[in-house]
Each structure stands twice: as C-alpha cells, then as structure tokens.
C-alpha cells in the first residue's frame, strides 16, 4: 500500500482496495472511553488487549444501565481486517 500524506503531515494509507483514502484508526475515540468514563490512566490505556478494554466498557455500560440489547462481538473476519488494516 502507497502511504500518502494528509493534513498536518498525518500518514494515510490508500485503500487495499483501490477505492480511495482508508479513514485512520479512531485512537481518539477510544481514548475518550478509556480515560473518560473508565478513568484508566495512559499506562493502563496502552497496555489493555482489545479484548480487555471491551470487556472494561461491556461492564461499564452494564453497571451503569447502557443498553440491555448485547451486540455481537466482531467475527474472525472483522478482526482479521481490523489486523491487516491496523496492524
């Protein structure tokens, strides 16, 4: 894949697909979930595995009454691309 530049220098990869300029990996996002309602520390942040922070906010949500309808976890085949895309 062709690593391209995009505003303020951030690096962006093309679409393995050709379709165009992938979006990054919401880092932000998830940060705000662990630092915010979590109140996890960088370290701890960092540290986690995928699986351990979503059983963190899975619990989270639980005890503080978030949604009664539980979702389905990514199958192999979203992890697999989540992986190839992310590393």
Do not use: C
Not at 49 to 68: P, R
Not at 70 to 78: F, S, Y
């Amino acid at each position: 894949m062709a690593s391209l530049q995009g505003r303020r220098g951030k690096r962006r990869r093309r679409s393995s697909s050709g379709g165009g300029i992938e979006k990054p990996f919401p880092w932000r996002d998830w940060m705000k979930g662990a630092f915010g309602a979590l109140h996890w520390t960088p370290a701890v942040f960092w540290a986690s595995t995928l699986t351990e922070y979503m059983f963190a906010i899975e619990g989270f949500n639980e005890a503080n009454g978030g949604g009664s309808k539980k979702e389905e976890g990514p199958t192999d085949d979203d992890m697999a691309d989540l992986l190839a895309r992310y590393g």
